[in-house]
Structure formats: C-alpha cells, structure tokens
C-alpha cells in the first residue's frame, strides 16, 4: 500500500486547508485510514481517522470540532479538512493505513498501521 499525502502549506491563524492523501496499491474497503502530524521536537500525534466502510471518524482532543476526516472510497482519496487553525497545529502531517476496523481505544496508535505517507507541512503563522 503507497499513501501520498498532499495539501500542506502556509496558512495564518484562523484559516483553513484541506489536505488529501491518496491510497493506492491496497484495494481493500476495510481497514482505517489515520492522520498523524508532528511538530519539531515532539513525539508524532494521533490527529483523526476515518473507517474506511462506513466512514466512522476519530477525533483528538484537539482537532475535534476544528477538522474533519472525509473520504471518497471510489477514488481512494481520503481528506482532512482543517479549519480555525493555530500556531500550535504546525506540524508535518501524515496519512497512514491500517488493516484493522480500528476503535475509538486504538485509533491514534502508530503501531496499529503498517503503512505511512511521505507527509506535508503544514504551517500556521502570521
């Protein structure tokens, strides 16, 4: 499974990106696809995620009411739609994949998925 992450970019506070991760190579329509992110200095962070059958989605503490996990099963294409965004969301971010209908206990797990993204920065400053 090949996962390319895209959509990053300069944004100032307040704003709003969308980024996409494409998924090819793994034609299954279960499994969970995650977004992680990690900022400079710091431990890589479980941000969202989204079953892949029915779309169930996952939410950090911090993203939740603020971003939202999308996907578009006929394209294999997966989003993160990002919105109100802080200086602390800065981070590259990464999409990842898993084989497991993951749980609100696992989602955020990095060994629960097999396969990563190359990532995108994002970066949120005036």
């Known amino acids: 499974v090949q996962l390319q992450a895209s959509g990053g970019g300069l944004v100032q506070p307040g704003g709003s990106l969308r980024l996409s991760c494409v998924v090819s190579g793994g034609g299954s329509d279960y499994g969970t696809i995650g977004w992680f992110r990690q900022a400079p200095g710091k431990e890589r962070e479980g941000v969202s995620a989204?079953?892949?059958?029915?779309?169930?989605?996952y939410y950090s503490s911090s993203a939740r009411g603020r971003f939202t996990a999308s996907r578009n099963n006929a394209e294999n294409t997966f989003f993160l739609q990002m919105s109100n965004l802080k200086p602390e969301d800065t981070a590259i971010y990464y999409c990842?994949?898993?084989?497991?209908?993951?749980?609100?206990?696992?989602?955020?797990?990095?060994?629960?998925?097999?396969?990563w993204g190359q990532g995108t920065l994002v970066t949120v400053s005036s």
């Open positions: 989204i079953r892949r059958q029915y779309g169930v989605t």
């Open positions: 990842a994949s898993s084989q497991y209908n993951l749980i609100a206990s696992s989602w955020s797990q990095r060994a629960q998925y097999s396969d």
